[in-house]
């Protein structure tokens, strides 16, 4: 049902100049996007002025507009605009009644950190599931309605894409939905004026500083989720500083929080833990109670992204053998800590995983190294036009291999070897590193340097099928290329 202008902003705090009855078909906030009949949303950017759009979104059809400032009319025009003192938060106000409040239709589970974010959604997906569910997830590999896949742009949508995504979920019956909250949405507003039920905390260390520009502001962006903007009730990981001064904001604020991490004193943690080839097995410490888990994802990671989730799972009411049960038989996530199949005999064993920041490039290798008794291999390389700051110390992260292959991982528009040097800056003094920018090429000899034995973790893509290439797209899947230059090094049957 569609609604007048009127209606998208009652309750909020602004001035409508112009009749305001006419109904709204669609809500736009880039202007080559705009529909007959859109409100457009004029956004002040990082790059332009969205203002400056104005008269081009009316051009093609926009018969409202919102701005924080009076942008367009001559006072007798049939075009309604609505200042707004935040034209962000105006967006996701009105996308959220636009669609009827969608997220107050199934319970929502927001989970925010540097690393862990995607999994621990799946996780939660799978238990909710287990649990008697319908679920959506929203995130990074791509958006679930019910079991259906589409690809995705953003890890968290604007807004009235957002919006969007969950009135098709409430639609199609979902009574759980997980979903990725990055820093970008919160800054930038993507989420505001959603319900959330659970919001959970994995981890911060270093990323997007390029946006951010300090620790502080990255760690405000994601704190602001456990914010009263926010209420819910919350999961925070306690292993880090981070963690516990969420943890200080939250227990004064009076929220009900579950604890998690490795720290003695969390509600979830673990007592002991055996990390097996293909397999975790785990005795947790649930609130006091002793609790068996055994899970087939492996690496000490994917145990707090398990502990975190388990906190999740038990917020939104699901009994704890559920969730026992639920995590025995959790599907692999794409491209994290994923296997590469082997031609038969191999000697050696290939790893795809998606990390491409410092803490998760150290904690990457070191599950390998728990798993493999050779010696580890590690290819990996930064993005381009991407916080440079990193580079330096995902080099320095690199070291704990046993030897490291710098490469390309989407250098957009930069020059790959640039990208490279900034990373050998933390590699300075070290030996025995290989420097080769061709991303296919650094695989071929990452395979061709191992001894039997070995493990080669494949960093940086992970799920990713593309490599980004100036503004073009080339197809590179790690995964298919690593089994191609397996099977090229050790002939062509596959192992199960
Ligand atoms: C850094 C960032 O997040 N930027 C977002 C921001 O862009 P901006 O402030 O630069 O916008 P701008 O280009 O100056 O344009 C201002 C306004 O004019 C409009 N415009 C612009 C040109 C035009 O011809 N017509 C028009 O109407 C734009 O739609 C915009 O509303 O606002 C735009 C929409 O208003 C977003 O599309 C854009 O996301 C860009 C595409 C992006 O790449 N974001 C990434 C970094 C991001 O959000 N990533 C996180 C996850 C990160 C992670 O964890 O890895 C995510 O949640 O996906
Ligand atoms: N809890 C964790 N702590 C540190 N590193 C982790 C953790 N969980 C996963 N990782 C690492 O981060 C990589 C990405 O994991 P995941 O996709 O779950 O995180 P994410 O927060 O969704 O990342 P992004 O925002 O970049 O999509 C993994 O491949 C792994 O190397």
């Known amino acids: 049902m569609t609604k007048t202008c009127a209606e998208l902003f009652q309750g909020m705090e602004c001035t409508i100049i ?21 409100m457009f949303f004029c956004i002040v950017g990082n790059v332009v002025d969205g203002h400056s759009f104005a008269q081009d979104a009316i051009d093609r059809g926009a018969t409202s507009l919102v701005a924080e400032r009076k942008v367009y009319l001559a006072d007798a025009t049939d075009v309604t605009e609505v200042v707004v003192a935040d034209s962000r938060k105006a967006m996701a106000g009105a996308a959220a009644a636009f669609y009827d ?3 107050e239709g199934f319970s929502l589970v927001g989970i925010t950190g540097t690393n862990g974010k995607t999994t621990t959604t799946y996780l939660v997906e799978h238990i909710a599931e287990v649990a008697g569910n319908r679920c959506g997830v929203i995130g990074t590999v791509g958006n679930k309605i019910a079991g259906i896949v589409e690809k995705s742009d953003h890890t968290t949508p604007e807004s009235p894409d957002l919006q969007k995504l ?3 979920m409430r639609d199609a019956g979902c009574t759980v939905v997980t979903m990725e909250v990055s820093s970008h949405a919160l800054d930038l507003k993507r989420t505001w004026g959603t319900d959330f039920a659970v919001t959970a905390f994995t981890n911060l260390t270093q990323d997007h500083l390029d946006y951010h520009h300090t620790f502080d502001d ?4 994601k704190a602001l989720l456990f914010s009263a903007a926010y209420p819910a009730r919350r999961v925070i990981n306690i292993d880090g500083a981070w963690g516990r001064e969420l943890l200080r904001r939250c227990t004064e604020a009076g929220d009900e929080v579950i604890t998690t991490g490795f720290d003695t004193t969390a509600q979830i943690h673990p007592l002991e833990v055996a990390f097996e080839a293909t397999r975790t097995v785990a005795t947790l410490e649930v609130r006091g109670a002793r609790v068996e888990v055994s899970y087939p994802l492996v690496g000490r990671f994917n ?3 398990v502990m975190t989730a388990f906190g999740c799972a038990l917020s939104l009411g699901i009994p704890t053998d559920v969730i026992v049960r639920a995590l025995a038989t959790m599907p692999p996530v794409p491209g994290r800590l994923e296997q590469v199949p082997a031609p038969a005999g191999a000697p050696v064993t290939v790893y795809v995983d998606y990390a491409h920041t410092p803490d998760a490039l150290a904690k990457a290798i070191a599950s390998i190294q728990a798993l493999s008794a050779g010696r580890t291999i590690v290819v990996f390389g930064c993005g381009g036009n991407r916080d440079a700051s990193k580079r330096p110390i995902m080099g320095q992260a690199a070291l704990a291999a046993d030897l490291a292959v710098v490469t390309s991982d989407n250098p957009r528009h930069e020059d790959p070897r640039a990208i490279i040097d900034d990373i050998l800056a933390g590699m300075e003094g070290a030996e025995g590193f290989i420097v080769e920018p061709d991303r296919r090429a650094a695989i ?10 070995d493990a080669i973790l494949l ?7 593309y490599q980004l290439v100036g503004d073009e797209v080339l197809a590179f899947d790690d995964r298919q290329v690593a089994a191609e230059e397996l099977i090229r090094a050790f002939g062509e049957t596959e192992n199960d």
Do not use: Q, T
């Not at 071929?444 to 034995?453: N, R, T, Y």
């Open 218 to 221: 990255y760690f405000e962006a």
């Open 18 to 38: 112009g009749d305001g009855s006419e109904e709204v078909a669609g809500l736009a906030f880039r202007s080559d996007a705009v529909c007959s009949g859109d």
């Open 303 to 305: 145990l707090e992204n």
């Open 459 to 465: 960093a940086g893509k992970g799920h990713e099928d």
């Open 166 to 168: 969950f009135a098709r």
């Open 444 to 453: 071929a000899a990452a395979i061709a340097a191992a001894e039997p034995g």
């Open 101 to 103: 409040h969608p997220s």
